[in-house]
């Protein structure tokens, strides 16, 4: 069964620290890999994905992730975070061969502390 | 362009009540998915729509129906509400069945009582 990982329910980092985000999934076809971001009250932001090719992917807001088959990761950094980048962060992964259905982590919420 | 919406944006029910959600689909978009996001936890997948055919369901009972319509928008039916059916329910719309990418709407806040 196809299963999302996201072993961090919540982290609190620092203004202007590192972020890493860790994701690990069990998936029975080539995955296709993604992270969303969910502000209080909103919808789903895609933020990056990956389908293939270059393993690290570069999203919107200075975010960046790295898939590594050999781990069945796909973890999301950021070199320096904003305040604003306090939210909810999904990753899911899907497949062609699943038309295009996501499975998602349960998330993790990130706290910026000034 | 318009993007991804969905109304109401909040609702209360009681058990057994059904309810009727909506989602208009992104301009050009033939779509459309439903997820249901209870609290703390992911979205998880309810079923697809394409071309007004259901195309593909996780694993949600029978009680949860859709429909989808000639413009692509497309609605999601709750019969016989229980109190675990609260959650948000979240509606995507893509280009196609395999496009890389979907694009959610805000959701619509369903609070059974």
């Known amino acids: 069964a196809q299963s999302v990982t996201q072993p961090d329910i919540h982290i609190t980092v620092s203004e202007g620290a590192s972020l890493e985000l860790r994701c690990n999934y069990s998936?029975?076809?080539?995955?296709?890999l993604f992270w969303y971001v969910q502000s209080p009250g909103q919808g789903l932001q895609l933020l990056l994905k990956?389908?293939?090719?270059?393993?690290l992917v570069q999203g919107i807001k200075g975010f960046e992730a790295e898939f590594k088959r050999s781990q069945s990761s796909f973890n999301l950094r950021k070199p320096s975070v904003h305040w604003s980048d306090a939210a909810e962060y999904f990753c899911?992964?899907?497949?062609?061969?699943?038309?295009?259905?996501?499975?998602f982590g349960a998330g993790t919420i990130l706290r910026v502390k000034s | 362009e318009t993007g991804v919406t969905q109304s109401p944006t909040h609702l209360i029910k009681t058990r057994g009540q059904q309810v009727t959600l909506r989602c208009s689909s992104q301009?050009?978009?033939?779509?459309v998915s439903w997820y249901q996001q209870a609290l703390g936890q992911g979205p998880q997948f309810i079923f697809q729509?394409?071309?007004?055919?259901?195309?593909g369901r996780g694993n949600f009972p029978p009680r949860f129906s859709g429909l989808q319509f000639p413009n692509y928008s497309s609605e999601l039916n709750v019969n016989a509400l229980e109190l675990d059916d609260s959650a948000l329910y979240l509606c995507?719309?893509?280009?196609?069945?395999?496009?890389?990418?979907?694009?959610f709407g805000p959701g619509t806040r369903l609070t059974v009582l």
């Open positions: 995507a719309s893509s280009l196609a069945p395999t496009a890389d990418e979907q694009f």
């Open positions: 729509y394409y071309r007004e055919e259901e195309n």
């Open positions: 990956y389908f293939s090719g270059d393993t």
């Open positions: 899911a992964v899907g497949a062609m061969e699943y038309g295009n259905k996501l499975v």
């Open positions: 301009s050009g978009h033939n779509t």
């Open positions: 998936y029975g076809a080539t995955p296709y």
